[in-house]
């Protein structure tokens, strides 16, 4: 069982005696028992909805307490019971509305990847995934799989596994063509991700052969965050070129 939040759902609201705190501190007080989180990933979940903080006049975030709790929450869902985020929503949404919610216990089958969950990108992240696992994790066909791969959309590595990022990258094609948007439509698309991830590993190849272990860990972190400024920026780009508000 999970218990209901202080304040209902914790979404960016606070009384006059609760204190607002930055996203640095709410960081430093999620680390004790959350150390992988990031700023970035607190970022994320606030941009998939799941906290709203409120902003100064300046645009900063303030988060209250029941926003931090909201968030510890978020992440021992995802740590401890392998839940994406959209399930997240839903049992929040229970608990704000005084339900009783029941989380399932962890087990093997409840990650196809058997390996751990990337809470910030919502996937799992174990390092190869069978081709069984990933037509059953995205739902999708033997047929349409073979298709995509032709395209180069999805490339099984030399021993026939996957990544894990296929089972995403599989669901969002499948997606685009429910919207007409056929394989051979995507190519630029990939051909455009190939070249960002080039300019991604020039800038942390000095740092990859460095003699120093921590630089070369470094290294990992600084090409994620750089993956994820370059993903952001093609998001805004596209949204730009067709008009749209930006989130």
Do not use: C
């Not at 995802?78 to 216990?105: F, M, N, T, W």
């Not at 990847?113 to 809470?119: K, R, T």
């Amino acid at each position: 069982m999970l218990r209901t939040p202080t304040g209902g759902a914790g979404h960016g609201t606070a009384t006059a005696g609760d204190r607002l705190v930055s996203i640095g501190t709410v960081l430093n007080q999620l680390r004790d028992e959350f150390p992988e989180v990031t700023i970035s990933k607190i970022r994320f979940l606030e941009a998939e909805g799941l906290v709203e903080p409120q902003r100064t006049a300046s645009g900063y975030r303030k988060f209250s307490p029941q926003d931090v709790e909201r968030l510890a929450q978020i992440l021992r869902m995802q740590r401890d019971h392998y839940l994406p985020l959209k399930v997240i929503r839903e049992h929040l949404d229970a608990l704000a509305r005084g339900e009783q919610v029941k989380l399932p216990s962890p087990s093997p089958q409840r990650d196809l990847l058997d390996g751990a969950w990337d809470p910030e990108q919502d996937r799992p992240t174990a390092a190869r995934i069978g081709r069984a696992e990933l037509l059953a994790a995205a739902e999708v066909t033997e047929a349409e799989l073979a298709e995509w791969e032709s395209y180069g959309l999805l490339v099984p590595g030399a021993e026939g596994g996957y990544d894990a990022e296929a089972v995403t990258v599989a669901r969002l094609v499948a997606d685009l063509g429910r919207f007409g948007l056929e394989p051979r439509h995507l190519r630029a698309v990939k051909a455009a991700a190939d070249r960002e991830a080039g300019l991604v590993e020039q800038m942390v190849a000095p740092l990859r052969r460095h003699r120093n272990p921590q630089t070369r860990a470094h290294a990992e972190a600084t090409a994620k965050e750089l993956a994820g400024l370059s993903v952001r920026l093609h998001a805004a780009l596209v949204q730009t070129a067709l008009g749209l508000r930006l989130p």
